[in-house]
């Protein structure tokens, strides 16, 4: 069993990956803003904000494991970027390892291809998310603090506007976007949560980002 703190438990990503890990047996701090994380067998609601240094060094001396699954930009800045070096020092110091949901945003679409991002139909609606979710991984990337992280992206199709359903059955690629044969790129809530927990469970992938799809 791990003790896994869930920045943004509430959330679409967030939620799957608490209710995953429960399943499995893991004990959930589950963090957001207003602390309304639902009280239940295995799981603690804490109020907070992954930009309060001081409640990510506290939790992540408490975890296994902390999951970061928050946006990436609020209002079109960066928010998630500037905190990368805090939390990597936060784990590093308390023993615990960071995973991020990240984006699909910083995939390429082929080897050697443009990144997702790039592409000419990619929304201008979602870019500045998809932007900084991308630096992100740049960041943890290039650190030199010797914390232990790894990056989760989705597939191209991927959000409560799109939740299909668990299978359990997925693919894992490292930074090509996975399609299926018709060219669709998705991936259901649950069936992510699979496989970030299976992360957890047994890491494979020490400071590397990997994607999941169908």
């Known amino acids: 069993m791990a003790i896994i703190t869930v920045f943004g438990a509430t959330g679409y990503a967030g939620g799957h990956i608490t209710d995953e890990a429960l399943r499995r047996g893991h004990e959930i701090i589950a963090v957001n803003r207003t602390g309304s994380a639902e009280a239940r067998p295995g799981v ?19 975890s296994d494991v902390v ?3 928050v946006h990436g930009s609020v209002d079109g800045e960066p928010f998630l970027l ?5 939390l990597l020092a936060a784990a590093a110091e308390g023993g615990a390892r960071i995973g991020v949901v990240g984006g699909a945003g910083s995939l390429r679409v082929a080897e050697g291809g443009p ?6 139909d990619f929304p201008d609606v979602f870019k500045p998310e998809a932007g900084s979710h991308a630096q992100v991984l740049e960041q943890l990337r290039a650190a030199d603090s010797g914390g232990d992280w790894f990056y989760v992206s989705p597939a191209a199709e991927f959000g409560s506007w799109v939740p299909g359903e668990r ?3 997925f693919r894992l690629g490292g930074d090509v976007l996975l399609s299926d044969a018709d060219g669709k790129s998705f991936i259901s809530g649950a069936d992510y949560a699979i496989a970030f927990v299976d ?7 020490r400071q ?3 994607t999941v799809a169908y």
């Open 44 to 62: 603690t609601p804490v109020a907070g904000s992954i930009d309060d240094e001081a409640l990510v060094r506290d939790l992540a001396a408490k």
């Open 67 to 69: 999951v970061v699954a």
């Open 82 to 86: 500037p905190l990368v070096p805090s």
């Open 115 to 120: 990144r997702l991002i790039d592409t000419p």
């Open 167 to 169: 299978t359990g059955t």
């Open 199 to 205: 992360e957890i469970d047994e890491p494979t992938h």
């Open 208 to 210: 590397a980002r990997f």
